[in-house]
């Protein structure tokens, strides 16, 4: 994402607190902060962080943005960077900001969802972020623009769509953003979007075709709410299964 947070905080759950609203899971729910995170979201972590290091090293950048990177669909692009593109961060505060989406958003849904349903909706915000940028990427070419493209990384996109599912999770969560301002889950998602489109504007006229990554970003954030969508209206098949003609009901 463009923009920076200073800083994220959330109230404890208590035991007499409210009844969580219809349509959100109950806060006492989720997992206490500073505690480790659950398995795939520490192994995210600790690869992100390994490539930041190593995308330090000058003789080692060249080969991860060009293996890694995903890159225009008429230019450098491999099917491999379809899911690798998240795990590259170059710069420090992008990684930091990004790690701390996963951090407190992201091991939050993993032991809400379990491991399988976080990586179903990890790979529908990469995946759907991925396919936005490629078919953008075509537009240059067709319209005749003499303008760059700049390869897709970072996992804002992931991000944005972490942030946007506790949107629909805990719309009336509170949280403190920038130290400052205290806001519902659901306001905090529409200032994010609202400052990604400010940047997207911005970059749409500087060239440099960075705004094709700026668009990729609300590719995540749709892939993440329409994952949501489907769960919400296809519910597991052990509901939809009928029960056994063998086993007797009990009224």
């Known amino acids: 994402m463009g923009a920076t947070v200073q800083g994220f905080s959330r109230e404890p759950p208590c035991s007499h607190a409210p009844a969580a609203p219809r349509g959100t899971l109950n806060p006492s729910l989720l997992r206490p902060t500073m505690q480790p995170p659950p398995p795939i979201t520490r192994a995210l972590l600790i690869a992100c962080t390994v490539l930041l290091f190593a995308a330090q090293v000058p003789p080692l950048l060249l080969p991860i943005g060009q293996w890694l990177a995903l890159h225009p669909a008429l230019s450098g692009f491999w099917?491999?960077?379809?899911?690798?593109?998240?795990?590259?961060?170059?710069?420090?505060?992008?990684?930091?900001?990004?790690?701390?989406?996963?951090?407190?958003?992201?091991?939050?849904?993993?032991?809400?969802?379990?491991?399988?349903?976080?990586?179903?909706?990890?790979?529908?915000?990469?995946?759907?972020?991925?396919?936005?940028?490629?078919?953008?990427?075509?537009?240059?070419?067709?319209?005749?623009?003499?303008?760059?493209?700049?390869?897709?990384?970072?996992?804002?996109?992931?991000?944005?769509?972490?942030?946007?599912?506790?949107?629909?999770?805990?719309?009336?969560?509170?949280?403190?953003?920038?130290?400052?301002?205290?806001?519902?889950?659901?306001?905090?998602?529409?200032?994010f979007l609202g400052i990604d489109a400010f940047l997207t504007l911005g970059d749409l006229f500087n060239g440099t075709g960075a705004w094709l990554r700026d668009v990729a970003q609300f590719g995540g954030a749709l892939g993440g709410y329409l994952m949501i969508l489907y769960w919400r209206w296809r519910p597991p098949s052990f509901k939809r299964k009928k029960p056994p003609t063998h086993i007797r009901r009990v009224h």
């Open 79 to 191: 099917p491999w960077q379809l899911v690798t593109f998240p795990f590259i961060h170059v710069n420090v505060l992008n990684w930091l900001f990004n790690m701390m989406m996963l951090y407190y958003f992201g091991a939050q849904l993993e032991e809400i969802w379990g491991n399988r349903r976080y990586i179903q909706f990890l790979l529908a915000c990469t995946l759907t972020a991925a396919a936005v940028y490629l078919l953008l990427s075509l537009l240059p070419a067709l319209l005749g623009w003499a303008t760059g493209t700049a390869p897709l990384i970072d996992a804002s996109a992931v991000g944005l769509g972490m942030l946007v599912a506790f949107g629909i999770l805990f719309p009336h969560r509170r949280i403190q953003l920038f130290f400052v301002l205290n806001l519902t889950m659901l306001q905090a998602v529409w200032i």
